[in-house]
């Protein structure tokens, strides 16, 4: 598997491991109508960068919400050069796995304080060499991991 085209995965999944492929690209809507995803792992494949729209949903008059549902997401081991945008899953992701990818620096930008659930986060093993002072502050947050990185 290279790539995750639209509307490629359907119906009530819950949990979706697509973990030891070969994916570079993944489509915007791919997990549009997944409004039940709770666990998403995309971890070691060579994906870059997600679409801006990906964590959006769709109901099915065609208008977007926010995800409210997905409360983990593993990326790690990829290839990000930059955060994912995670403004559509703010309010209800728990664990953030972007271990083992080229992330550079953690900003204000990124919007890690402004997850409301946010618990954990692993920054590991990136080329990270700036962390922006509030960058990772967050009420919630108990474990960051920022180990082999370039601080």
């Not at 995750?4 to 949990?15: N, P, R």
């Not at 946010?118 to 502050?137: K, P, Q, Y």
């Amino acid at each position: 598997v290279t790539g995750v085209e639209e509307d490629a995965l359907f119906g009530g999944f819950t949990i979706i491991y697509m973990n030891d492929n070969d994916i570079t690209t993944v489509h915007e809507n791919v997990v549009h109508s997944l409004q039940a995803l709770s666990l998403l792992s995309l971890a070691n494949n060579s994906i870059e960068a997600l679409p801006q729209e990906f964590f959006t949903l769709k109901d099915t008059g065609g208008d977007h919400r926010r995800s409210r549902i997905l409360r983990a997401l593993s990326l790690a081991n990829n290839r990000l050069t930059e955060m994912p945008n995670l403004d559509a899953a703010l309010h209800s992701l728990h664990e953030l796995d972007l271990h083992g990818n080229q992330l550079s620096e953690v900003t204000a930008a990124c919007r890690v304080s402004d997850m409301e659930q946010l618990t954990g986060i692993d920054l590991s093993r990136n080329e990270i060499s700036v962390v922006e002072v509030g960058a990772l502050a967050s009420k919630h947050l108990r474990m960051v991991s920022l180990s082999h990185n370039q601080l």
